[in-house]
C-alpha cells in the first residue's frame, strides 16, 4: 500500500523534489501539510558518512533486522527469507530506498547489515540509499553516490539477519510504512504524503522568497534591528 489514495506523482515532481534538501522540504510540508509539523520525519541524529552526495527521494522499501542472536531458521530458510526480501527490494514501484528498524533496542547497531556487499547489491536492485538506526561498515568499499544514514558506524556484522519485511517501522523518530515516498539526505529523511509531493516544490520556492529579504539583511554590514524588523514585514507578505 502506498502512503495515500492518490497514485504515484510522476517522475518530474520526484526529479523537483531533489532540487531541494530535506529541511527545506519540511519547510514546504509545514505550508502545504501543517498537520504534519510534529510527524513525519527523523527527529534523532543519524550518521551521513557522504554528506556531499545530492538528496535522494524514492518510495520505501522496509525491514526489521537483529544481530545480538542468531535467527533460529535452518540454513536453507534463511536463505530463502534473504531470496525473498530482495525480491522484495528489487520489486514495485520505483526508485527505491530502503528503510531499516534494527530492533536490538538498546544494543541497536551491534551487527551492521550494510556493508560493500549489501551496498551493491541494493544498488543493483534499484535503490538510491538506505536510512536505518542500525549500524554500516566499510565505508571505503561502499557502492558509488549509494547514501547511507545510520545510526552508528561498526566494525562486525555479528548475527544479522532480516526478521520481516514489507511491515510498518520506525526509524530515529520517523514512522515509515511500505511504499511511502521518502526524501532523505545529510539532515536526514521526511515522509511526503502522496497527495502534497506535487505542492511542494512551489512551496519550497515560497520559503526560499520568505527567507531572502531576511538573509539579505541579516547578512548586510548595515544590519540593525530595525532594519530586521522592516525586513520580516516584507517577508510575511510574500506570497
Same mark, same amino acid.
Given at each position: 500500500?502506498?502512503? @495515500?489514495?492518490?497514485?504515484? =506523482? %510522476?517522475?518530474?515532481?520526484?526529479?523537483?523534489?531533489?532540487?531541494?534538501?530535506?529541511?527545506?522540504?519540511?519547510?514546504?510540508? +509545514?505550508?502545504? $501539510?501543517? +498537520? /504534519? /509539523?510534529?510527524?513525519?520525519?527523523?527527529? *534523532?541524529?543519524?550518521?551521513? =558518512?557522504?554528506?556531499?552526495? =545530492? =538528496?535522494?527521494?524514492?518510495?520505501? /522499501?522496509? &525491514?526489521?533486522? *537483529?544481530?545480538?542472536?542468531?535467527?533460529?531458521?535452518? &540454513?536453507?530458510?534463511?536463505?530463502? #527469507? *534473504?531470496?525473498?526480501?530482495?525480491?522484495?527490494? !528489487?520489486?514495485?514501484?520505483?526508485? #527505491?530506498? @530502503?528503510?531499516?528498524?534494527?530492533?536490538?533496542?538498546?544494543? $541497536?547497531?551491534?551487527?551492521?547489515?550494510?556493508?560493500?556487499?549489501?551496498?551493491?547489491?541494493?544498488?543493483?536492485? !534499484?535503490?538510491? !540509499?538506505?536510512?536505518?538506526?542500525?549500524?554500516?561498515?566499510?565505508?571505503?568499499?561502499?557502492?558509488?553516490?549509494?547514501?547511507?544514514?545510520?545510526?552508528?558506524?561498526?566494525?562486525?556484522?555479528?548475527?544479522?539477519?532480516?526478521? +520481516?519485511?514489507?511491515?510498518?517501522?520506525?526509524?530515529?523518530?520517523?514512522?515509515?510504512?511500505?511504499?511511502?515516498?521518502?526524501?532523505?539526505?545529510?539532515?536526514? $529523511?521526511?515522509?511526503? %504524503?502522496?497527495?502534497?509531493?506535487?505542492?511542494?516544490?512551489?512551496?519550497?520556492?515560497?520559503?526560499? *522568497?520568505?527567507?531572502?529579504?531576511?538573509?539579505?539583511? $541579516? #547578512?548586510?554590514?548595515?544590519?540593525?534591528?530595525?532594519?530586521?524588523?522592516?525586513?520580516?514585514? /516584507? @517577508?510575511? +507578505?510574500?506570497?
Amino acid at each position: 500500500m502506498t502512503n @495515500s489514495a492518490t497514485g504515484p =506523482p %510522476p517522475a518530474s515532481v520526484l526529479e523537483a523534489l531533489g532540487r531541494y534538501d530535506t529541511p527545506t522540504i519540511c519547510n514546504a510540508m +509545514e505550508i502545504v $501539510a501543517p +498537520e /504534519r /509539523r510534529l510527524i513525519g520525519y527523523t527527529t *534523532r541524529p543519524l550518521v551521513c =558518512p557522504f554528506p556531499n552526495l =545530492p =538528496p535522494i527521494v524514492g518510495y520505501a /522499501r522496509t &525491514a526489521t533486522i *537483529r544481530s545480538t542472536m542468531a535467527s533460529g531458521l535452518p &540454513a536453507a530458510e534463511q536463505k530463502a #527469507r *534473504r531470496l525473498a526480501y530482495y525480491e522484495y527490494v !528489487g520489486t514495485g514501484i520505483g526508485p #527505491r530506498i @530502503s528503510v531499516i528498524q534494527d530492533i536490538d533496542g538498546p544494543d $541497536a547497531g551491534y551487527g551492521a547489515f550494510w556493508g560493500e556487499v549489501n551496498s551493491a547489491v541494493h544498488r543493483a536492485l !534499484g535503490c538510491l !540509499g538506505v536510512v536505518t538506526d542500525g549500524s554500516i561498515r566499510d565505508i571505503p568499499q561502499w557502492a558509488p553516490d549509494f547514501q547511507a544514514l545510520a545510526g552508528t558506524i561498526g566494525p562486525s556484522h555479528a548475527h544479522v539477519h532480516v526478521s +520481516e519485511f514489507g511491515n510498518e517501522i520506525r526509524v530515529a523518530g520517523m514512522s515509515v510504512r511500505s511504499d511511502d515516498l521518502i526524501h532523505a539526505d545529510q539532515h536526514g $529523511a521526511v515522509v511526503i %504524503p502522496l497527495d502534497v509531493a506535487a505542492k511542494l516544490p512551489e512551496a519550497a520556492e515560497l520559503c526560499g *522568497r520568505r527567507e531572502t529579504p531576511i538573509l539579505d539583511i $541579516a #547578512r548586510s554590514p548595515s544590519f540593525t534591528l530595525e532594519k530586521l524588523k522592516e525586513a520580516m514585514a /516584507r @517577508s510575511s +507578505e510574500i506570497h
